[in-house]
């Protein structure tokens, strides 16, 4: 079954705000084909659905790092509303509030979205561990490991880019 939104423009719009991995209500919006009030008002009137590890509004803080993050706003516009963000868990709840077939569609690719990105994760710190018990069994045998491990160590970790400054600088 091919799926409407492929994965990567999905796992894109997946952020990690408050340690948890969530999306933006507008972004839902936009994969659901409804427009973002509609989205917030249907979540509105199904509350008891969404509890606070469910769905959470952001700061003005947030709201801010995450605009930068994610995209600007023209000159002179302010945010209005400030963004809720869903969980998972969350997300599958729209799934019974947002009753359309597309909803049901977007939301089985937004599942397998979150998992992949759970596997991958996984996979990362097992690969982790191995290469620990792996150093420790052969570190002490042979110096010429040391340098072995420490490369691929620093290839584990991606180079971290300076994020350069938009907009006018003085």
């Known amino acids: 079954m091919k799926s409407l939104v492929p994965a990567e423009h999905i796992e894109r719009r997946i952020y990690l705000i408050r340690n948890h991995r969530v999306m933006l209500d507008s972004d839902l919006a936009t994969l659901y084909e409804v427009g973002t009030g509609a989205l917030n008002?249907?979540?509105?009137?199904?509350?008891?659905r969404?509890?606070?590890?469910?769905?959470?509004?952001l700061t003005l803080d947030e709201a801010a790092a995450s605009r930068c993050q994610i995209g600007t706003l023209k000159r002179g516009q302010n945010i209005k509303y400030l963004p809720n963000v869903f969980t998972e868990q969350g997300v599958a709840m729209l799934s019974s509030v947002l009753k359309s077939h597309r909803a049901a569609l977007v939301n089985?690719?937004?599942?397998?979205?979150?998992?992949?990105i759970r596997q991958l994760l996984a996979s990362n710190q097992d690969l982790a561990r191995r290469l620990e018990k792996l150093e420790e069994r052969h570190i002490e045998n042979d110096e010429n490991f040391k340098s072995v491990f420490a490369a691929i160590r620093?290839?584990?970790?991606p180079p971290k880019k300076p994020r350069r400054r938009i907009g006018f600088q003085p």
């Not at 969404?50 to 509004?57: E, K």
């Not at 620093?154 to 970790?157: A, S, V």
């Open 41 to 48: 008002r249907a979540v509105k009137r199904n509350a008891i």
């Open 50 to 57: 969404f509890p606070p590890d469910f769905m959470f509004r």
């Open 154 to 157: 620093e290839l584990q970790d």
């Open 108 to 116: 089985i690719a937004i599942m397998r979205a979150f998992v992949h």
